[in-house]
T-cell receptor, first 114, second 112 residues
């Protein structure tokens, strides 16, 4: 595998379900990110991890719970979601140094909350 | 928060035509990035710009970092059907290692 991978690619869940999204990067990066992409809106940054430490929580509701066990893996645990949480959830990774920190994205998980 | 104005929102062109799109900001950025997103996929990085006035090419794509550091342009020459997709600009403020501000995207349709 190369680049950034995400599983599952599609997920349909009820409001009472608990599910997890997984992201893995094979680029040797130190930083990983969760973004939410909704129609007609710019990408919204949710969480940032640098060397496994969370450095940003962008006022995300507690029904979204991130986990970063190491620099290569990132999870997003979901519980009691709302229909308005339906969106494309994108994971990204980057280096972590002043200057050139291009973010590389995974293919995303299309989430539908019924 | 920061906002990027990306225009146009959408474009319909004929195969072979050149395309131009741009992003403007009220803030000064020290990095501009251009991404392309195909349906059902994540954004793919096309070009990264790091210096005011910088002009960088990637095949038929050329992007420029505006002199004022508040804007950037992406040009696509001799468009082909596989250029179809949504193009996003993203800017990074100085002093931030990671935080990107994204435009809303330009939807490009190429008629063969």
């Amino acid at each position: 595998e190369t680049g950034v991978t995400q599983t599952p690619r599609h997920l349909v869940m009820g409001m009472t379900n608990k599910k997890s999204l997984k992201c893995e990067q094979h680029l040797g990066h130190n930083a990983m990110y969760w973004y939410k992409q909704s129609a007609k809106k710019p990408l919204e940054l949710m969480f940032v991890y640098n060397f496994k430490e969370q450095t940003e929580n962008n006022s995300v509701p507690s029904r979204f719970s991130p986990e970063c066990p190491n620099s290569s893996h990132l999870f997003l645990h979901l519980h009691t979601l709302q229909p308005e949480d339906s969106a494309l959830y994108l994971c990204a990774s980057s280096g972590w140094r002043e200057g050139r920190n291009e973010q590389f994205f995974g293919p995303g998980t299309r989430l539908t909350v019924l | 928060g920061q906002q990027l104005n990306q225009s146009p929102q959408s474009m319909f062109i004929q195969e072979g035509e050149d395309v131009s799109m741009n992003c403007t900001s009220s803030s000064i950025f020290n990095t501009w990035l251009w991404y392309k997103q195909d349906p059902g996929e994540g954004p793919v990085l096309l070009i990264a710009l790091y210096k005011a006035g910088e002009l960088t090419s990637n095949g038929r794509l050329t992007a420029q970092f505006g002199i004022t550091r508040k804007d950037s342009f992406l040009n696509i020459s001799a468009s082909i059907p596989s250029d179809v997709g949504i193009y996003f600009c993203a800017g990074k403020l100085g002093g931030s290692n990671y935080k990107l501000t994204f435009g809303k995207g330009t939807l490009l349709t190429v008629n063969p």
